[in-house]
């Protein structure tokens, strides 16, 4: 599901997203990517003390093989809907 913006970060060297977040996951996954290119994924964290931004960036990270400090939460970081950027 994430393999359009993963071609943007190699072709760019940055991307951007627009991510729903659903804390309180049994795991985190990526559940859809909707017709506006906003992802709901689900966070296998509770929205307490930054917990869930968290495990969003944790996540991000592994799926495209960035360092955490290459995620930044630029708008959303205490609601649901979030716009975070992606760098190599």
Known sequence: MLSSFKKILARDG?????I???PNASQTL????MADETMKLEVAAPPVKGQ??????KFLAKEF???KDNIKII???GE???LIK???
């Open 14 to 18: 940055e991307v951007y997203l627009r």
């Open 20 to 22: 729903k977040a659903r």
């Open 30 to 33: 990526v559940k859809q990517v």
């Open 52 to 57: 869930a931004n968290q495990e969003i960036i």
């Open 65 to 67: 093989v960035v360092s």
């Open 75 to 77: 708008a959303g970081a």
């Open 80 to 82: 649901p809907l979030k």
């Open 86 to 88: 992606v760098k190599k």
